[in-house]
C-alpha cells in the first residue's frame, strides 16, 4: 500500500512558478514510476509528466513540454514537479500517482492517487 500526499498548491500570476511535492509512504517507493496528473473544472483528467523508477526517464504532455520538470528523490520518498512559465489555462488540480507498469501518457497503471492540490494562475 502506498499513500500519496501532494503539497505546494497556490494561486501564482501567470509567468510565475511553483514547486509541487507529493511524499510517498512505504518503504518500495522505488518500485513504483510516478506520474503527475491535472484536471481543470468540467474537463477530463490529463496527463502532466512521468518519471521512471530510476529518474533516469521523463515524459512531459505537449502543453506543459519545456516549462515544468518532474524529477524525484528515492532518498526522501518524493516527486517533484516545478512549474515555470505558468498560464491561466494550466490552472487545475494537480495529483501525483504510482504505479508499478503504468502506460506513459494515460491513466492506466497508476494503482494509487494522491488527494491533489489545487492550482490557480491568474492572468
Known amino acids: 500500500q502506498v499513500q500519496l500526499v501532494e503539497s505546494g498548491g497556490g494561486l501564482v500570476q501567470a509567468g510565475g512558478s511553483l514547486r509541487l511535492s507529493c511524499a510517498a509512504s512505504g518503504r518500495t517507493f522505488t518500485s513504483y514510476a510516478m506520474g503527475w496528473f491535472r484536471q481543470a473544472p468540467g474537463k477530463e483528467r490529463e496527463f502532466v509528466a512521468h518519471?521512471?523508477?530510476?529518474?533516469?526517464?521523463?515524459y512531459y504532455a505537449d502543453s506543459v513540454k519545456g516549462r515544468f520538470t518532474i524529477s524525484r528523490d528515492n532518498a526522501k520518498n518524493t516527486v517533484y514537479l516545478q512549474m515555470n512559465s505558468l498560464k491561466p489555462e494550466d490552472t487545475a488540480v494537480y495529483y501525483c500517482?504510482?504505479?508499478?507498469?503504468?502506460?506513459?501518457?494515460?491513466?492506466?497503471?497508476?494503482?494509487?492517487w494522491g488527494q491533489g492540490t489545487q492550482v490557480t494562475v491568474s492572468s
Open positions: 518519471i521512471s523508477w530510476s529518474g533516469t526517464s521523463a
Open positions: 500517482a504510482a504505479g508499478r507498469q503504468p502506460r506513459v501518457g494515460l491513466l492506466t497503471g497508476y494503482d494509487y
